[in-house]
């Protein structure tokens, strides 16, 4: 772990001395790139700790460069438990809901440590002991990752609050690995988090939502507000932020990560596309959607709002930048 001024926007070389060639993971964090004998690989500016990539070394020492970004590294070097396997970190979850039949979708990283591509691999997925799915797995590069989508199927039956995820990769019948994840499963009337394929690239996606809770009577369409999240808040937090409501459902996009991409670029798309699967679903009224975010999220609001002004009936930005150059103390003309 380093930590220097030096590390804001400069490099930082780590050599590596290694008896034999071999695979290893390289799990590091606060770069933008890095650099493994001239080779680039992805890099975790904001330290989400989430990365972990499969490298070749060889045989005595090993240049590692790292194009640093906010003054602090943490880099370190793995013994992969297997060639192929799930990585338990990361996952994208939904939660369930009581009582109801729930067909829906996951995703995980599956992590190749060879030197050959993967192909004829499937991701088996089981609640409970219930019936699994089977979900192809697309071909994972040699010394890749690739964040692998599944269905869930879950017939509602629980006596609990929190259930058993297995996933099983297996290759041509025979199983590679297996993990483990709890999932909850809650009331229709509880804040959760739903989950979609999005139809920007096929990846699968969350959104918090908060549902509305009509008063007794009432058959007024629901509102729907879109909140923004700030910059390394969760969606999922986001929509805990919200007490229910009795006229509007809340809905929290992603911008696709905490920090994401400010609400602009793929994190509009992400949050109309959030916007438009939610009022199809929940037949939302048009004239009552509202844009509201803080932070980030309050400069998410001023770009949504002033690109797309026709989708919304109001906006209310909370502490939102304008822009880049004004934001945290920039120069000023």
Known sequence: SFSHPALRGGYFEV????????????????????????????GDVYRNETVSLPIQVRRGTNDLLFATARGGLRVKLAVPSRPIAIDPRDPTLPDLILG????????????????????????????????STDTPVPSVPKLGTHKTGFRILHRGRSNTNRLDLELRLRHRGKVVDTAHFPISIKPADQTRRETFVSEIDGSVQ??????????????????LVLST???????AGQAACYAPKTWTHV?????????????EDWG???AIEVLDLVQSKYSTDPARTYLTGHSMGGHGTWQLGVTFPDRFAALAPSAGWISFASYGGGRRP
Do not use: C, K
């Open 206 to 223: 969350y959104y918090g939502f908060v549902p509305a809770r009509p008063m007794p009577g009432s058959t007024e369409r629901p509102g």
């Open 229 to 235: 999240h700030g910059a390394s808040v969760e969606a």
């Open 251 to 263: 809905a929290a996009p992603t911008n696709r990560r905490p920090y994401g991409f400010d609400w």
């Open 268 to 270: 509009r798309r992400d």
């Open 100 to 131: 109801q039949h729930n067909e829906t979708f996951g995703a995980v990283l599956v992590v190749n440590a060879t030197t050959e591509p993967l192909s004829d691999f499937v991701l088996s997925a089981s609640i409970a002991g219930e019936s």
């Open 15 to 42: 050599p590596y001395v290694s008896d034999s060639d071999r695979i290893l993971l390289l799990r590091a964090s606060g770069h933008t790139m890095a650099y493994v004998n001239g080779e680039p690989r992805a």
